[in-house]
């Protein structure tokens, strides 16, 4: 069975930084694209960063690795997002998704992605 369990997020002040879990099930762990995205209220969902299990390597635009960094625990199938320096502008719902490790990159596809997490919330307060 496919799962990915998310955890953290909550409140944080402007400035300030939460971690995002996330935990995949071992039959879709090794050989996929995991990736974080968030959705705002009113707005489309957009892709914040990804990485290639396989190698490790990491996907995302500048402005996303700026305050962000994503990072595996192969032991523990989890994926993490490190958010450092909070906007307001973060305030958002939070989702890993799983796809084809064909889908890293950048800005991740979100109709490639069809597994997801159930999503957490991030607000973010000044």
């Known amino acids: 069975q496919v799962q990915l369990v998310q955890s953290g997020g909550g409140s944080v002040q402007t400035g300030g930084s939460l971690r995002l879990s996330c935990v995949v099930s071992?039959?879709?762990?090794?050989?996929?694209?995991i990736a974080w995205f968030r959705q705002a209220p009113g707005k489309e969902r957009e892709g914040v960063l990804s990485i290639y299990i396989g190698a490790g390597t990491t996907y995302g635009d500048d402005s996303m690795k700026a305050r962000f960094t994503i990072s595996q625990d192969k032991s523990k199938n989890t994926v993490y997002l490190q958010m450092n320096n909070h906007k307001m502008e973060d305030s958002a719902m939070y989702y890993c998704?799983?796809?084809?490790?064909?889908?890293?990159?950048?800005?991740?596809?979100?109709?490639?992605?069809?597994?997801w997490g159930q999503g957490v919330q991030v607000s973010v307060s000044s």
């Open positions: 071992e039959v879709m762990y090794n050989s996929n694209c």
């Open positions: 998704g799983a796809g084809p490790w064909s889908e890293c990159r950048d800005s991740p596809p979100e109709s490639e992605f069809f597994y």
